[in-house]
């Protein structure tokens, strides 16, 4: 076996003095089964003199192709990069980890040292990681500096796969070489507080991080405590992305403390994590005398005030390589708007600044005492070591959600304004659409802002969201004038596989709720089945919007190849 010193050394001068031979299959949507349907792939793959990256993202193979590409791998050390996202799409939870056994099992048979594995995209679980453990923890990964494990559904698989990484780092260590591992992309996991702490315990173990990336796993303010002592021992980080976990005011100032030596940090994404007033200010407060090479700041979304608001503004005066500022979704309200718009124009900033489109509006009697910070615990509950939170699904007290007209929905959806329909909601969105129920353009209309704020975490708001798309649509397409051609060929144009005549529509920026509902829909039996068939096709087509998601596309994909 080649020396791994030696080879890191090799990789290192290759990434800079000649392109790496690639043996690529991206996106063809191959459905290998056999030994024999894999044969292309073998081929090609015994073919390539020197093959430092095999891509077979985006296609579906099964164990006994599996087991043919493996034995071609077992000749390829020089093999780097396996970029192996979207590979298992229709198959068995079973298969994929026998499977990956067969593939990992291959490389480390070969000799080969991976630089980067990229397994986004594939739902396996907890069993997924299993399957690669020993891959990970092999001389084969002593040189991995890109692991990319997004939308695999992992949940306690993410302290698994932490234990492993540490594993590899002692092993490593011991063989002269440490594990060096620069990028770790995860996000859309459930990793929650139990895999934020251990995850966090592996990149302080490793130290070498510079882009972490972590969106919408759960993570509470514990586990994002946990994080920020990650920050501290990690020097080098260029790109923080936490979006869409909870931080509250608890989680913020512990970040902002952290980020205090981030030097190098160029990219600083906390949308959308309920950072508050009192924790944008802290971390206004770390921009302001820290963070010297900030490129890209998000705060949107994290019921963050004026005064604070105004605050941040304020805190990039002195950031001379700052491009982007995300305050979109916060509580300011006109004037506030008005005010952080002002303060950066007069700072010559205000190219810098992101839209206010979806603004909450200030709340004149919380604008100066921001007392929620001191409930927090109603906000999340904490249990050791497994968080929660309410049982209400962000519906509160009956008594305390305004009622809200389906026109004001609507315009602008929210959580607490769907509530607020009522409890005949389904029959107040038809009453609304009124003689429209046959006109396919409105009904989807009302279609995409309803499902704009479907959970698919919560039992109770995916209940009442599909109940509201089943009446919805089944009543369009039960319509002798509903047109179901025109409203499939519509529904495709929202998400963005067909373009629309009108030059000024986009489609939907976060398809998630839709691909969620649709997976409904589709089962039922007022959903034609010929639109299915149309639907599977398009679907399996790569679609920039959509496969962000691509665990609620691989989800709808296997229901629509099930029907």
Known sequence: MADVAAVTDLLAKASVEQPLAEVSFAGRGLKLDSAEDAAVVVDAIRESPEMHILSLNGNTIGVEAAQAIAEALEEKTELQRARWSDMFTSRLRSE??????????????????????????????????????????????????????????????????????????????????????????????????????????????????????????????EGIEAMAEAVVKCPNLRILNLNDNTFTARGAKAMAKALTKANNLEVLNFGDCLIRSEGA????????????????????????????????????????????????????GEGGVEMITATLEAISKEDILGSFSDDEGSDEEEEEEEEEEEEEEDEVTEVKDQPTTPTNNGKEDAENIPPCAPADFLAFPSLKKFWGLGDHKEQRLLDHLGDKISDYEAVLKVYVKISAVMDENSPEIKESVNQCVDVVLSKLLQSMEGKPE???????????????????????????????????????????????????????????????????????LQTLYRL
């Open 96 to 221: 994929i980890p026998l499977a990956l056994r067969s593939l990992g099992g291959a490389i480390m048979k070969s000799g080969a040292h991976l630089v980067e594995l990229d397994l986004c995209d594939n739902a396996f679980g907890p069993d997924g990681v299993r399957s690669v453990r020993d891959l990970l923890e092999s001389p084969a990964c002593y040189t991995l500096q890109e692991l990319r494990f997004n939308n695999q559904g992992l949940g306690i698989g993410g302290k698994i796969l932490a234990e492993t990484l540490i594993k590899c780092h002692e092993s490593s260590s011991k063989a002269g070489t440490p594990l060096k591992l620069k990028v770790f992309i995860c996000g859309r996991n459930r990793l929650e507080n139990v895999g934020a702490i251990a995850l966090s315990k592996a990149f302080q173990t490793i130290g070498t991080l510079e882009e972490i990336q972590m969106p919408q796993n759960g993570i509470n303010p």
């Open 281 to 332: 200010s802290a971390l206004a407060d770390t921009i302001t005398s820290a963070l010297p090479n900030i490129r890209e700041i998000n705060f949107s979304f994290g019921e963050i005030k004026q005064n604070a608001g105004l605050k941040v503004a304020e805190s990039v005066e002195n950031k001379t390589k700052l491009e982007k500022l995300e305050l979109n979704g916060n509580s300011f």
């Open 486 to 556: 025109a409203f499939a060929n519509e529904l495709l144009v929202h998400l963005g596989y067909i373009k629309s005549e009108d030059k000024k529509f986009r489609p939907v920026s976060n398809p998630s709720g839709m691909l969620v509902t649709l997976e409904h829909a589709v089962q039922q039996e007022y959903f034609p089945r010929y639109i299915v068939n149309l639907l599977t096709t398009f679907l399996s087509l790569p679609n920039e919007l959509v496969d962000k998601h691509r665990m609620e596309k691989h989800n709808l």
